[in-house]
């Protein structure tokens, strides 16, 4: 059943349903300081639209009503997600590896979700470090090596990783803050 949003019902419709959109990247992990995230509520809104004018039960009754609401979301949930799946798999062919970290991918056994916020993190971590603390990150958090194994593999003494971890912390503080807020 095809209904078309009409001009005069629009700002209700949004005040009303707009808040599963925000919902839906919030809990994909996407927040408001990411680069794209307002790109992404549009594109939420407009499914949100297109569920509205594709819900296949009629809106004037109340349980059908009710229903829409559940419907409506895991629309724009689903649709976010294969946004981010387009956006991971673009990011991914775009963006190189430091030289010297080559060959050095994420873990492909987390969720598409989790490996899209840890690489967009990573990208924007890398490049306020050192090589070196860049290679103990990318140890530490990609391929998940103890202090001890990172102290070994880099063929220095784990107090030397322990400081390398105090610098990276030092320096990443700013993300730490937008992580918790």
């Excluded at 808040?19 to 809104?45: C, E, I, S």
């Excluded at 639209?49 to 004037?60: F, K």
């Amino acid at each position: 059943m095809l209904r078309k949003l009409a001009e005069e019902n629009e700002r209700d419709f949004f005040d009303q349903y707009s808040g599963m959109v925000h919902g839906a990247l919030k809990r994909l992990g996407v927040w408001h300081t990411h680069p794209d995230y307002d790109d992404f509520v549009q594109q939420g809104l407009l499914k949100l639209v297109d569920a509205y004018e594709n819900y296949p039960n009629d809106l004037e009754q109340a349980e059908c009503l009710k229903q829409f609401g559940g419907y409506a979301y895991q629309k724009v949930y689903w649709h976010m997600i294969d946004l981010m799946r387009k956006h991971k798999r673009q990011w991914e062919s775009e963006m190189a590896w430091p030289e010297d970290l080559e060959g050095q991918q994420p873990d492909t056994h987390v969720s598409i979700e989790q490996g899209y916020q840890e690489m967009d993190l990573l990208k924007n971590m890398l490049p306020l470090l050192t090589a070196t603390e860049q290679a103990y990150l990318v140890d530490a958090v990609v391929n998940r090596m103890s202090v001890t194994e990172i102290a070994q593999k880099q063929g220095v003494s784990r107090k030397t990783v322990y400081e390398w971890k105090k610098k990276v912390a030092v320096k990443l503080a700013c993300f730490l803050e937008n992580l918790k807020a």
